[in-house]
């Protein structure tokens, strides 16, 4: 059983960053993709960055040019970097991991204040 654990979420002003981190206690290359999810208040859970065991970086529009994801195999480690934060970016944050199961962390919540 794989085991994420998000952190680094918080509250942020409008134009702030914020940096996740979600730590699997497993071994990244096993995994086949990794990514980050938001759920905002009263909606469904959306994809916003996901990167493949090739390294290939995929974000959602909305967040393009602003967020960063990336990994690092000697800690186990997959971090969103978070940067022009607005007030829309507001929600639960999800790592996930996808191996022959996808696996979920249990999200952190960041909240962007204007």
């Known amino acids: 059983q794989v085991q994420l654990r998000e952190s680094g979420g918080g509250l942020a002003q409008a134009g702030g960053s914020l940096r996740l981190s979600c730590a699997a206690s497993t071994t990244l290359f096993s995994m086949n993709a990794m990514g980050w999810y938001r759920q905002a208040p009263g909606k469904q859970r959306d994809l916003v960055a996901i990167?493949?065991?090739?390294?290939?970086?995929n974000y959602t529009d909305s967040v393009k040019g602003r967020f960063t994801i990336s990994s690092d195999n000697a800690r186990n480690t997959v971090y969103l970097e978070m940067s022009s934060l607005k007030p829309e970016d507001t929600g639960v944050y999800y790592c996930?991991?996808?191996?022959?199961?996808?696996?979920w962390g249990q999200g952190t919540q960041v909240t962007v204040s204007s």
């Open positions: 996930t991991m996808r191996r022959n199961l996808v696996y």
């Open positions: 990167i493949s065991s090739d390294g290939y970086k």
